[in-house]
């Protein structure tokens, strides 16, 4: 909601940052033992797609 609003009052696109494999646990505990791990590990999980024209924004809000 708030990316849409950010979105309409900038201008700007949106784009939404998936994993290409979903395996995050949804309980609240798992999930924050699991994001220490690949922290730990320096994850970078793949993602479903690309931004195209990514050297052309000047500002990315996250």
Known sequence: MI??????ITGGDVF???VA???YPSGSTELTRFAQ???KES???ALTGV???FDGYD???L
């Open 3 to 8: 990316a849409g609003m950010s979105a309409s």
């Open 16 to 18: 939404e940052i998936r």
């Open 51 to 53: 931004v195209d024209g």
């Open 21 to 23: 494999e979903d395996q």
């Open 43 to 45: 994850a970078r999980p």
């Open 59 to 61: 500002t990315i809000f």
């Open 37 to 39: 791990q690949e922290k």
